[in-house]
């Protein structure tokens, strides 16, 4: 029956251009931004207007549904009643002939009390708010699960207004968020004013409500505050966020994998337990021999807190997971790691630093054919501003970076040949800071990686 409605509904938000093709080494940009202050924007900000209308339903977003991405979760909130928790659908305005009952959910947070969260997995959105003011989305499905099937991704982390926009307008057409973590930062707010994840909600709500975002949760989801009462992690984003854990043998939602395209994207958490026997642990070992490089060739991991990471923000927060997986990640052929938590941007050569153990002393990344490329993305731009004191000399694992926003398009061609492009916010999309080719660790030549650190 889903076949059917199989990319009837055409979402076009960005068109495809032409980007220039170069690859960097071992640099450490000297692009400098203009100075200005990252600017918290205020609540009345345009970006967080609330819909017109009696109980109109807000903060929508989209989230893959299930373990191949023939399902949707479609979330959004009501702020004066419950609603209808029915979700409206079909393939066409005139034609919404098919309807999915989704599950209600509520919290409070110290002394704020959250509007009426409403999640419903579906197959194909067209109206969301029946009984009340309606709105009307729309979404593509995404093309079936092979290994040929051309699809780009774009990596995020926290998005500023200028971050968002950038992605928006550039003419390669992201089709999903892999979202690296760090969403609303209500947590920066006195008692994590929750106020905070309603603005952020609406804010984001004109791309996430049209493609799938991909959530990772990272720090500033963590939401722990035993000052005022909040014990339990992850309380808002774990009632605002609804992810397919369950669809991929996970017990809990910050771990778990799905299939898109020709992708298999594992996504951990860095504020979980990771040590051997944990939950995470055990979930992964599994998960690994599970991925079908045959179906899905490209093997792409998400995580929080960067295992590589030569800036001294957050230095080495991720060197304990990395010593618990990256020998998992390169037996099994990782092709890309991307991270967030760092604001600013890097991008690693194919290293591991898997060799030591407490005697032999080898404990300097080396050239890895089989290791992944690891990028930090969190360059979307917060409250914290950039991160521009960086480790010098740059390591020699460390193959470009830059401390300036932006963004990133991950743009898969085929089994073998995936290209990725990095664009500074303060250039025109046209402009490419970083970029390179990925050939697949499985698929695709052994030589194929065209930087080292030699
Ligand atoms: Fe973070």
Known sequence: MADQFHRLLLAAIIFFGL?????????????????EKTIDMPLDADVFRVPHGYNAPQQVHITQGNMDGSAVIVSWVTQDEPGSNMVLYGTSEDNLK????????????????SGF????????????????????????????????????????????????????????????????????????YPNHDNV????????????????????????????????????????????????????????????????????HVIVLSSYSAYGKYTPQYK?????????????????????????????????????????????????????????GHVHAYERSHRISNIA???INGDCMPVDDPSAPVYITIGDGGNLEGLATNMTDPQPKYSAYREASFGHAIFSIKNRTHAYYAWHRNQDGNAVVADSMWFYNRYWGSVDGSITTIS
């Open 117 to 188: 969260i409403h999640h419903c997995t579906l197959r194909n959105l067209k109206v969301v708010g029946i009984g009340n003011t309606t709105r009307q989305f729309w979404f593509t499905t995404p093309p079936e699960v092979g290994p040929d099937v051309p699809y780009t991704f774009g990596p995020h982390s926290y998005d500023s207004n200028s971050t968002l926009s950038h992605y928006e307008l550039n003419p390669i057409k992201g089709e999903a968020v892999l979202f690296v973590g760090d969403l609303s930062y209500a947590d920066n």
């Open 356 to 358: 030591y153990n407490i």
């Open 98 to 113: 098919f309807q999915a009952k989704g599950k209600l959910t509520q919290y409070k947070y110290y002394t704020y009390k």
């Open 196 to 263: 905070r994840w309603d603005t952020w909600g609406r804010f984001v709500e004109r791309s996430v409500a049209y493609q799938p975002w991909i959530w990772t949760a990272g720090n500033h989801e963590i939401d722990f505050a035993p000052e005022i009462g909040e014990t339990k992690p992850f309380k808002p984003f774990s009632h605002r966020y609804t992810v397919p854990y369950k669809a991929s043998g996970s017990t809990a939602p910050f771990w778990y994998s799905i299939k898109r395209a020709s992708a």
């Open 19 to 35: 980007l220039l093709s170069f690859c960097h080494g071992g640099v450490t940009s000297s692009f400098v931004r203009k100075l």
């Open 283 to 339: 979930w992964l070992e599994e998960e690994f021999p599970k991925v079908n490089r045959s179906e899905t060739p490209w093997l792409i991991v998400l995580m929080h807190s960067p295992w590589y990471n030569s800036y001294n923000y957050h230095y080495m927060e991720g060197e304990s997971m990395r010593v618990m997986y990256e020998p998992w990640f390169v037996q099994n052929k990782v092709d890309v790691v991307f991270a």
